[in-house]
């Protein structure tokens, strides 16, 4: 046992298109989070290092059978030794999220990632869960600056939400730490990635924000307290000074750049 704070973890892993995600058909997979990546299953990278964070405890992952993870070898033997938990996925991610949380016994705080950040390191997981147990918020989403990334990939081509204070991209890395944090769950209703549809903002965050957002009239922070306002809760941002930490498995180009991250670090790692 440890007296130290940790978190609970929920790993968003269903497939919203199944076979036909472009991802999953580079390798003829079910679920782009069942692509291997320099030797390795996405999805198992993902699990591992939420497993091996300091900050976390539980690992859940939320897909749509048990039988799916146990087509991962590492990942059933994992199940077996009780290192990770199953919960069933539901029809959007919204769902998942709160019937995953009326699944699990004391699930407070939740971190959620989801099963395409193969880049994500126990060093992030542990930065994000230090300034959530160091502040007070109900709900936490990990933020990286424009700047950060840019400085690391020159050419990268990033959906940045452009704010007065500058860039910013997300890192798939939230928290809700009580029962009435859930509502703000319910953005991803009509799904996520709302930099690279942003019409998605107006209908999950309000007109207030939307005018807020477009016309660049305020600070990463200030939206946080505009939600906190529409929400009657206190919303954290948790600034990630990592370049890597916003980069997911969406399309076959961010396949073949997070492969080509991962091989640099097994390389570096092996010198």
């Known amino acids: 046992m440890t007296d130290k704070k940790q978190a609970t973890a929920l790993v968003l892993a269903a497939s ?27 999805l198992e990278r993902v699990v591992r290092e939420m497993v091996a964070a300091d900050g976390i405890g539980r690992v859940y992952v939320s897909i749509e059978s048990e039988d799916l993870l146990r087509s991962v070898p590492a990942l059933g033997d994992m199940l077996d030794r009780g290192e990770i938990h199953y919960v069933p996925s539901e029809e959007n991610l919204y769902l998942s999220v709160a019937k995953s949380v009326e699944k699990i016994d004391k699930p407070w705080p939740l971190i959620i990632t989801t099963g395409d ?24 989403v990990g933020m990286t600056p424009a700047s950060v990334i840019l400085a690391a990939y020159p050419d990268g081509k990033r959906a940045f939400h452009n704010l007065k204070d ?14 009435k944090a859930l509502k703000s769950a319910k953005v991803f209703e009509g799904g996520g990635q709302f930099g690279k549809k942003p019409q998605r903002i107006l209908k999950a965050f309000g007109l207030m924000f939307m005018l807020r957002y477009r016309y660049k009239l305020a600070t990463i922070d200030q939206l946080a307290r505009t939600l906190g306002r529409r929400w009657k809760m206190n919303v954290q941002v948790i600034r990630m000074p990592f370049a890597d930490a916003p980069i997911d498995v969406d399309n076959p180009g961010d396949f073949a750049l997070t ?11 092996a010198k």
């Open 16 to 42: 919203r298109r199944g076979a036909e995600d472009t991802v999953a058909k580079i390798q003829g997979v079910s679920h782009k989070c069942l692509v291997t990546l320099d030797g390795v299953v996405m």
């Open 259 to 269: 492969e080509r991250i991962l091989q640099s670090r097994s390389t570096a790692a």
């Open 166 to 179: 500058g860039g910013w991209s997300s890192c798939n890395l939230y928290a809700l730490t009580s029962n």
């Open 117 to 140: 950040n193969a880049l994500h390191t126990t060093e992030m997981i542990n930065h994000f869960c230090g300034a959530l147990f160091a502040g007070n918020a109900d709900a936490a």
